[in-house]
């Protein structure tokens, strides 16, 4: 939270210059240049760099699509080979940045979900002169873990937003319903809605990857507390199993949840769901490419180092999601 005011006015000048320098990239046509030639779609003719970029994704989550469609279309500008690997075991997620290192890779992009299992290896790369940056999750560990920079959402600060948003629409007794148990991202955001909603606030533990599992569970716990009149799901595949939770146990509560993808704002259009929190995925994987790139061709640091990049959080509500509705098509919202 300090860190979001000491760093706003830099934040900004940041993100409006990576924002214009999305929109060049997007003339490219998503095509990577593999001599680094000059051409009129304006792509770097700096030598080829290989950059790892290594997620905690769960199979079949929507979200890091985006996440990847980013740092594809940094890549694609920038005359950078992408190797995409993920794995939501820290541990497997930590031997995969090691991979990357053993493959002398000129940069790292990595998510520190589980930080103190990314500690070892971001040393490793740092020893091996390869430079590391974070994004999505661990903001409050990337300097301590040596990382150069971060792009992402402070999830606490997010979460209290949210939790004054809730009071606004008057509800009273919250669920937040976090898919993975341990990862620092999902428990900051739940951490904030407490903070923020002056409302009664339970935790709710599912598996995300089973989401027959979800559903089942969130119903009976529906169906078991009938006071319940507000469900805070952190990712859109969850929160649109807990709209069928809602109808299966005949409850009156509202779903409004963090995160976007395409049938997610449908169903804000529709009104099944009442607002979602956008981090913005796509720009955080094309910040976190690019800023390599920067980083190896002229040396810049985004944050002085010492700041992290915010990318949200932005609210969509129905009001302004047609707005958004187009880019989500696109596949990058």
């Not at 069928?244 to 146990?249: C, E, L, P, W």
């Amino acid at each position: 939270m300090r860190r979001h005011h000491r760093s706003a006015a830099l934040t900004t000048a940041v993100l409006v210059g990576a924002l214009l320098a999305a929109g060049c990239s997007s003339g490219s046509g998503g095509k990577r240049s593999e001599t680094g030639g000059t051409d009129a779609a304006g792509k770097a003719t700096t030598p080829r760099m290989t950059v790892a970029m290594v997620t905690h994704a769960a199979p079949g989550d929507t979200f890091w699509d985006l996440i990847r469609k980013g740092a594809q279309a940094a890549a694609a500008k920038d005359n950078i080979k992408l190797v995409y690997s993920s794995d939501p075991v820290a541990g497997n997620q930590a031997n995969l940045v090691q991979n990357a290192i053993d493959q002398k890779v000129d940069g790292i992009a990595l998510t520190a979900a589980k930080p103190d299992a990314m500690k070892a290896v971001v040393a490793k790369a740092k020893a091996a002169g390869i430079p590391v940056v974070g994004f999505n999750s661990g903001l409050d560990n990337w300097k301590e873990l040596g990382m150069l920079e971060y792009f992402g959402q402070d999830e606490n600060i997010a979460g209290q937003a949210f939790g004054e948003r809730l009071n606004q629409q008057g509800a009273k007794h919250a669920v937040c319903v976090i898919q993975e148990q341990g990862q620092v991202a999902l428990e900051a955001r739940c951490a904030g809605l407490k903070k923020g909603f002056k409302g009664t606030t339970e935790n709710v533990y599912v598996n995300g990857t089973d989401m027959p599992s979800v559903k089942s569970t969130l119903t009976a716990k529906l169906q078991k507390d009938s006071s319940i009149d507000q469900v805070v799901t952190l990712g859109a595949p969850i929160a649109l199993t807990a709209v069928q939770s809602v109808k299966d146990a005949g409850s009156k509560a509202k779903v409004a949840t963090f995160d976007l993808n395409k049938d997610l704002v449908g169903a804000i259009q529709g009104g099944d769901i009442q607002f979602a929190v956008d981090q913005q995925p796509y720009l955080q994987g094309y910040l976190a490419v690019d800023a390599l790139w920067l980083y190896k061709t002229n040396g810049n640091v985004s944050g002085g180092g010492t700041a992290p990049v915010l990318t949200g959080p932005a609210f969509v509500t129905k009001d302004n999601v047609d707005s958004v509705a187009e880019f989500a098509k696109k596949g990058t919202r």
